[in-house]
């Protein structure tokens, strides 16, 4: 096992290493510089050249790469951001934990509504209940994440007043002491209902129907069928019997849905007004804003690399099969 | 009270940020400048009203302005604001390691010299007519608090400013969380008593135009600017808002290329403003909400030329103008040519401005009745103008916010095809020289007769199609009191500003 991990961590950080260098010259090889938006009529060349050498765009790109790969490597260095004038470290370590807050409570709501819709519908086959299930399931899948928050703000926000329509807090909350302190943490939650509802929900459709025909596949197994002509009780056949071997599959797509989940987050951060990594990388796409986009990019690329492994490392501590097929990997 | 913000502040120092129109609205709520530039140059040259400055004498050459300070500033840690502050400031922006991007404005700047602790002299190379503009270009920074870390350590330091923050202005910074809110309170050792009215502000980062107008209409936050026009109408019918127009000082065009030979011809050019029928996209994209432009001095500007006459929308005389100068259907596919070529050209926009993006496709439309083949290229906003700066872009359709200064050198002057945004490489001496004179008057009032002839000049050989003047448009709460935005500045008497009681109601439409 121990070979395997350093065997895939080795992996993972060649990957990591060669998507920050494609990322890295992909940027600078874009039309536009990080001075190409000081558009004011005033602005000279002369001062618009000056900003490049101060910023050390001047120099030739090669140089410019190895200076930065010399300070992420030698001193864990990211540079600073152009455009917030600050360690690239400090904004990434601001915007992450507004998107680590989404992510997670999105994940949540989709693995938890996609497995109870999921196993719902497989216990009533046929049913008017399981063809609602895979309806509502389908919607959700191939509705817009944008759409979806639009109308959530419509009807639950701007008409009932039910739910706040932007960020993270209440105005007031500056006044309700630290941030964990009941009343801010309650806070939170209500604006955080909303975006991760919608984010997670629109996950939720994909997981329902892996889970309904994952579990549907599972019940006409043998040893179901030895389980229920042994009379046990139906609801136990469902739980623990069948859905616990359903749901194996489903580890290994928690680890793929990062990718998505990090990519939907941008919108629904764009639509419900919250602070986080996807507008941050946006507006620093838009602003040539180098460092943060490769600093973002390392960020996200370690996430989706780590999600991976955890989804084989769970698949492996459930699975014996995976486990076994590890270890004759090792045994070769 | 809070307001709906489409971005955020990346930090409080004015020299290496600043980058926003927003951000400087906010920056000028911390900290204050020598003179307050006045919204009323309508009939004449803005005027400067003192802030820290309590009035001034220019020199008999005209070279030297002495400004007195006045005597009972702080800064908001008691320490008394001096002419040294003014004097440090001026060492600051011109640095070369911070490289402002405002620089320029003191180029002309010999020298600062402090007097005494409330007496400053800028000495300037040359005499020109704002003068006083650039000088008053930039707040004043704190030397005590920031003098602290060397010029060439500001650029990537912003968080040092933050924890060393000392203001002048109304309101300081309470809380800095990026992309999420700016909080404002009030500054206790602001030198006008009682000011600010509100004891806190909150900015409220809402990137998207018509969500924010959703949180006014819902009462969720008390104003907006950026009000897109076709949201106006709610507003107006909204119980719970007024909506505020005011001219934006903005004008967009299309710019010809006249580098590359198909737009060098001034018969060209003006038979393209003749080909596009201006009225009918300022009707169909804004309403009521714009106005045809006609120079690059704003129609609501005391030097803009009144004598101008609209070029009328007039095909006709297009298609005539055209076949002078050799363009015709020879071939008679339905496009015009000359010597074997088409008259086909792109025409670009950024593809983030859908107002931008629809009216390229309607000039397209309107270019085709004449036998002209726009294609139309929305392109991202850094691909665009760099294609642009290089001259690779035949025609642009895009906006310049200007200033009041209105050195019209950036854009038709010779020069500035090298050094400037003249990317059209429009050229000709007259304006040259005539730009030349007018940067060169003492008093901006002596350079009118000039900017007036440039106008003419510009008029009669379109190096740009002008296209529209905007307004801006601002939603403000029923309950907010005396709030007055204006071209300058959104925010522009922010401290006199007053929430009324959540009871009663005001009506109608407050329009400037």
């Known amino acids: 096992m121990i070979g395997f991990l350093v065997r895939r961590t080795v992996t993972a950080a060649l990957v990591v290493a060669i998507v920050l260098t494609l990322t890295f010259f992909a940027v600078h090889l874009a039309p536009g510089d990080p001075t190409t938006r000081f558009l004011h009529p005033r602005m000279s060349q002369v001062q618009q050249d000056q900003l490049r050498r101060t910023l050390g765009l001047d120099r030739p790109l090669p140089e410019q790469y190895f200076r930065w790969l010399g300070s992420i490597v030698l001193r864990g260095d990211l540079g600073f951001s152009f455009v917030h004038n600050r360690p690239v470290s400090r904004v990434l370590a601001e915007h992450l934990p507004p998107t680590l807050l989404l992510v997670s409570a999105a994940l949540l709501i989709q693995f938890g509504a996609g497995i109870a819709l999921g196993a719902l519908a497989a216990r009533h086959e046929g049913s008017w209940t399981d063809r609602t299930v895979r309806w509502l399931s389908l919607v959700l899948y191939s509705a817009p994440h944008f759409w979806l928050g639009l109308m959530a703000l419509l009807l639950l926000s ?73 009379g ?39 639509v419900f007004s919250w602070p986080g990594m996807g507008r941050l990388t946006y507006g620093a796409i838009l602003a040539r804003d180098y460092p943060v986009i490769l600093g973002a990019t390392l960020l996200v690329a370690i996430m989706v690399v780590a999600g991976t492994l955890l989804a084989d490392l769970g698949h492996a501590a459930v699975d014996p099969r995976v486990r076994a097929g590890i270890t004759d990997h090792k045994a070769r | 009270m809070v307001i709906a913000a489409g971005v955020d502040i990346k930090g409080v120092n004015q020299l290496t940020g600043g980058e926003s129109r927003f951000e400087q609205d906010i920056l000028d709520q911390l900290f204050l400048r020598l003179f307050e530039e006045q919204p009323d140059y309508a009939e004449h040259p803005p005027t400067f009203e003192p802030a820290l400055a309590q009035g001034f004498t220019w020199s008999e050459d005209g070279t030297v302005i002495r400004i007195q300070l006045r005597s009972d500033l702080e800064w908001s840690d008691g320490v008394p604001i001096t002419a040294a ?90 809380k800095l969380e990026p992309q999420h809110q700016i909080v404002l309170e009030r500054n206790r050792n602001y030198f006008r008593q009682g000011y600010p009215l509100l004891d806190r502000v909150v900015f409220r980062v809402i990137p998207d135009r018509t969500n924010r107008v959703e949180h006014l209409l819902s009462g969720q936050v008390d104003f907006v600017e950026h009000v897109p026009p076709k949201r106006s109408r709610d507003i107006e019918r909204s119980k719970r808002a007024d909506l505020i127009s005011k001219w934006h000082r903005q004008y967009t065009y299309i710019g010809w290329n006249g580098c590359q030979g198909l737009f060098e011809e001034a018969t060209v050019r003006k038979a393209m403003t003749l080909a596009i029928d201006r009225n009918a996209l300022v009707e169909a994209l804004w309403g009521e909400m714009a106005r045809p432009a006609l120079s690059p001095i704003l129609t609501s500007v005391w030097a803009f030329n009144r004598n101008l006459v609209a070029w009328p929308y007039d095909p006709d005389q297009a298609r005539r103008l055209l076949a002078e100068v050799g363009w015709e259907d020879h071939d008679g596919d339905g496009y015009l040519d000359r010597e074997g070529r088409t008259f086909s050209f792109e025409l670009a926009t950024n593809a983030d401005n859908q107002t931008r993006a629809d009216a390229v496709v309607l000039i397209q439309a309107q270019l085709r009745r004449v036998g002209i083949d ?56 007259e304006v040259d020289e005539l730009i030349a004179r007018a940067r060169r008057q003492a008093r901006p009032e002596t350079a009118a007769p000039l900017l007036r002839r440039i106008q003419q000049i ?55």
Not at chain 2, 467 to 483: D, H, I, Q
Request: charged fraction near 20%; proline fraction near 5%.
């Open chain 1, 158 to 230: 701007y008409r009932t007043g039910w739910f706040p329509a932007s960020g993270m807090s209440s105005v007031d909350a500056l006044d309700w002491g630290r941030w964990w302190s009941p009343r801010r943490l309650l806070d939170t939650a209500h604006h955080l209902a909303l975006p991760a509802s919608i984010l997670g929900l629109a996950m939720a459709g994909g997981v329902t129907r892996f889970v309904r025909n994952s579990l549907l596949e599972v019940t006409r197994e043998n040893f179901i069928r030895s389980s229920r002509a042994a």
């Open chain 1, 232 to 270: 046990v009780n139906e609801r136990r056949i469902l739980w623990p019997l069948a859905l616990k071997n359903a749901l194996v599959p489903v580890i290994q797509i928690a680890g793929l849905s990062l990718p998505y989940l990090l990519s939907g987050a941008l919108v629904t951060e764009v």
């Open chain 2, 85 to 174: 502050d003014v004097v440090w400031t001026y060492t600051a922006q011109i640095d070369p390691d911070i490289a402002w991007l405002e620089a320029q404005s003191k180029d002309s700047i010999e020298d600062v010299v402090a007097l005494d602790d409330h007496t400053v002299e800028f000495h300037f190379s040359r005499i020109y007519a704002s003068r006083l503009s650039d000088l008053n270009e930039g707040v004043i920074l704190p030397e005590h608090a920031w003098s602290k870390l060397p010029f060439s350590e500001w650029r990537g330091n912003e968080e040092w400013f933050l924890d060393n923050l000392v203001v002048s202005g109304p309101f300081t910074l309470a």
């Open chain 2, 374 to 429: 726009a294609q139309v290229s929305l392109l991202e906003f850094n691909s665009l103008w760099e294609r642009h700066q290089n001259h690779g872009v035949d025609a642009i359709l895009s906006a310049w916010g200007i200033d009041t200064s209105l050195d019209l050198k950036y854009a038709f002057h010779t020069d500035s095809i090298e050094d400037g945004k003249n990317y059209g490489c429009y050229s000709n001496p």
């Open chain 2, 458 to 512: 510009l008029h009669d050989e379109q190096p740009y199609t002008f296209l529209w003047e905007p307004m801006r448009l601002y939603g403000v709460s029923k309950r907010l009191e005396n709030a007055q935005p204006n071209p300058l500045s959104a925010y522009f008497n922010l401290e006199e500003w007053w929430l009324a009681p959540k009871t009663g109601a005001k009506t109608g439409l407050k329009t400037g």
